[in-house]
């Protein structure tokens, strides 16, 4: 039996599907004004993005709400996923990626660092296993293309990687895309990533709350990256309870402002520009 197929043309737009901390917003069990808002803005699932390139949608990590924003969305096909890095509120959403071979006649292909490709390997062994399947679909068919912090082509869109510290102990990716940067789960820049960020129109920066934290921005120290950098416009993401949309938006400097899940920006600029 076929079903009519539906997916939405995104090319030239990016969405961003999850703006939430790891725990997503409401919180569990809380009962504070953020996590009780009716505000749809104060709603947060976790950290991902989607872009509609020349060639394809290529999705930004596979939150454990991945199937619930692409449903949201509309959006019926990835034709690749980008990892920023390897922690589970960016990747144990992969298993909905089985659907995707069937359309695309092929693995999807995942673009990671190797500690993201290992993480893939333990968390979701059965999809390399050497015993035949019981059936098609039963495990995520994908297949890993290695990354560095060198630029690459993808989809028909040059990707710069930025170097982005996590933490004391921990490093990811945030990427460039044309004139939008996306630097999610960080709290530092370190010194040869700065000019990477240079001439942004849109940045798309982790602030999580209003106090320091170990290894996120809080929302004054993002604040201060965005002056240095000077962007058109800066989103704030990964985002906790402790920011109500409304609110927070009232007392941010002009061209700041927290994102939110749904949210969408045009693309100006293309890899062959």
Known sequence: MSYPFINTDIQGELILLGTGTSVGVPTIGCGCAVCQSADPKNQRTRCSLVLGLPEGNLLIDTSPDMRAQLLRERIGLVHAVLYTHEHADHLLGLDDVRLFPFRLGHPVPLYCEPAVRRRIERTFDYAFSSAPPTHAGAAPQISFREISTEPFELLGQRIIPVRLLHG????????????????TDTNAIPPESWPLLEGLDTL???????????SHFSI?????????????????????????????????????????????LKLRQSARE
């Open 168 to 183: 004391p102990r921990f490093q990811v990716l945030g990427f460039r895309f044309g004139d939008i940067a996306y630097c």
């Open 204 to 214: 798309i920066l982790d602030a999580l709350r209003p106090r320091p934290h170990v």
């Open 220 to 264: 004054d120290e993002a604040v201060e990256v965005a002056r240095r950098l000077r962007p058109r416009q800066t989103l704030f993401t990964h985002i906790s309870h402790e920011l109500d949309h409304a609110e927070t938006n009232a007392w941010l400097p002009a061209g700041m402002a927290l994102a939110y899940d749904g949210q969408r």
